[in-house]
């Protein structure tokens, strides 16, 4: 506060001065410093409007933008006079519209139709386990064709495809729950009975389960599963019990 009123107060001596002139003893002074103080106040003068304008600047509120106002209220205007403009015939088309996006989904999900339509001929092809009444393998084919809306020529070579890849390796899971009334084999009258299993065509490959000993009933409850090599509709499978 007393470094602002020191400069107040020599602002106020210079204003004074520019009132009254300088005698002619105060003008040679001038003349001995080059105008020092007469600057030196011009200076400050210049100094305190700049700190007042700033001041002002930071508290008046935001002018408006009334050309920014009238623009966007011109293009508004433009935008419904162009769409009221618009004809019947240039309205949009619904049916055209729901075509478009269901062609945008067939294209999106396309190569996952195809590898799914391939692995379901595969399954029908390779199908295991159907006896001879039931539904034929083409009848099945005509069908997912049906479904799936494929045209014969994709359809034919899809299937051609599938029947060129490689059969699927098949096993038999076989499970041995138990056994009763077996025939004693030792002289206490009990026996204790194995089982064993193998496929015909692979007789040097057998499994066996535990022995339940002193018993005419055993429980297992064991599971095996044995792969098959050969034609699977001539497999024919083989259980022993000791």
Known sequence: ??????????????????????????????????????????????????????????????????????????????????????????????????????????????????DLYQEILFEICNNCGCESYDICPDILLEFAQEVFKISNTKHEEILRMARQKEPPKLRLNVEIIKAENLLPKDANGFSDPFATIYLESNASHRYNTSVKHTTLNPIWEEHFSLPIIDNPKEEVLVVEIW
């Open 1 to 114: 506060m007393d470094e602002e009123r020191m400069w107040k107060s020599m602002l106020a001596k210079l204003q004074e001065l520019k009132v009254n002139p300088p005698t002619e003893h105060e003008s040679r002074l001038q003349e001995t410093d080059g105008g020092f103080f007469e600057k030196f106040g011009s200076l400050l003068k210049q100094k305190s409007h700049l700190e007042e304008t700033e001041i002002k600047t930071n508290l008046e509120p935001f002018a408006v933008d009334y050309e920014a106002d009238n623009e966007k209220e011109v293009i508004q205007k433009e935008c419904i006079k162009n769409s009221s403009s618009i004809g019947p015939e240039e309205s949009v088309n619904i049916p055209e519209l729901k075509n478009c996006k269901e062609e945008l989904v067939e294209s999106a999900i396309g190569m996952n139709i195809d």
